[in-house]
């Protein structure tokens, strides 16, 4: 009958008395984990949920609890408790706590999450997902230096190399001429026509022919109106043809 008198300490009005009951509480039993969990999003004392927390074994309510704490130490708390059982540092990740986490890492967008892997994860395998799932090169290029496993600094090394030369052969607007980089435009394209209808009249009326193709005969003058000139003579005409066609359009 004393049991219904009493509320247990984890359930107390006191904070203080509350926090010495989520001690008392073990997450290896089912219902004293709801429990813990229930403390560790619900109760109004940071202190509290900061211990219930630390002893919590669920992910997905871990993850919650990470999205949702104002406090920002029970929140860092949570992130820390996160990772350690995440990679297997904490001394009750067992394979039952952390099943599917080959598949959490790999969808992760949490980049300090991989790189904690990488660093203190026991499970190679583990930390191979980690690696693979960085993007950014220059993460990659630190683990390459940092990693306590040589396998990972060697693997880190190519991947770094390989993502370095995607990112330098990539075309950009900048190294590519206009017309590549966005195509030729209809202006383009009339301008450039206009300029060669205005050289084709000015060739007609200085009465010479378009350059011929390289390697055809030497140039000769023929008996007609109109004359065939060779490469060097070309280029001279050609540059006055321009200048020409720029004068008219000053003019």
């Known amino acids: 009958m004393l049991k219904f008198f009493f509320k247990p300490k984890w359930n ?20 004293q984990h709801e429990i813990l969990v229930d403390i560790a999003v619900n109760d109004l004392d940071p ?19 990470i999205l949702n704490e104002p406090d920002e130490i029970v929140l860092n708390a949570a992130q820390n408790r996160y990772y350690s059982l995440l990679a297997g540092t904490a001394s009750d990740s067992t394979p039952e706590v952390v ?27 583990l930390q191979f997902t980690a690696l693979q799932a960085l993007v950014s090169v220059d993460d990659v290029a630190r683990i390459a230096i940092s990693a306590p496993n040589l396998k990972i600094r060697d693997a880190a090394a190519r991947m770094a190399e390989q993502m370095a030369n995607k990112i330098t052969s990539a075309p950009t607007p900048q190294a590519l001429p206009a017309d590549a980089a966005d195509g030729p435009s209809a202006n383009d394209s009339i301008d450039t026509l206009r300029a060669e209808e205005a050289k ?33 003579s070309a280029d001279a005409l050609q540059a006055l043809l321009d200048q020409k066609l720029a004068n008219r359009k000053k003019a």
Do not use: W
């Not at 107390?12 to 219902?31: F, I, M, W």
């Not at 598949?103 to 904690?116: C, N, T």
């Not at 009465?207 to 109106?225: T, Y």
């Open 12 to 31: 107390h009005s006191n904070p203080v008395k509350r926090l010495r009951g989520v001690q008392e509480l073990s997450a290896q039993h089912d219902e």
């Open 47 to 65: 202190r509290v949920r900061l211990r219930a927390v630390e002893k919590v074994c669920d992910l997905t309510a871990l993850k919650q609890i």
């Open 99 to 125: 099943t599917g986490r080959y598949r959490i890492v790999d969808d992760s967008d949490d980049e300090d999450l991989k790189k904690f892997i990488i660093h203190h994860s026991p499970d190679e395998k």
């Open 200 to 232: 084709a009249k000015l060739r007609a009326e200085m009465g010479v022919r378009p350059r011929p193709p390289k390697g055809d005969a030497p140039a000769f003058r023929s008996s007609g109106d109109t004359l065939q000139i060779d490469e060097d």
